[in-house]
């Protein structure tokens, strides 16, 4: 048998990925995956010092001025500038 009819192959009807988004652009109320942070190595070290990394879900509390999140059970206000850089994708329906 040949190994390439061993592999699994991807099939048109499987679902696309979520599309993704910045942060800043979420509303109040969302539940987000963080995918990626484009910021500065030294903000980026703190982010996820605080539990704030690529994996992470997060709830949207406030979108004002500064953006107020649920990040693990703490809550984090990050200014418009970070938020813009930083890159999400709705987060999965919890059951």
């Known amino acids: 048998m040949a190994l390439h009819a061993q592999l699994p192959t991807l099939q048109s009807h499987d679902a696309p990925a979520p599309a993704t988004c910045a942060l800043r652009a979420c509303a109040k109320g969302t539940r987000v995956t963080v ?51 930083i890159t999400v994708q709705p987060a999965p329906a919890r059951a």
């Open 35 to 85: 995918v990626d942070l484009e910021c500065s190595g030294d903000e980026a070290c703190r982010l996820r010092a605080l539990g704030f990394c690529e994996g992470t879900s997060i709830s949207v509390i406030d979108d004002r001025d500064a953006m107020v999140l649920d990040v693990r059970g703490t809550r984090l206000a990050l200014g418009s500038a970070l938020t813009a850089g």
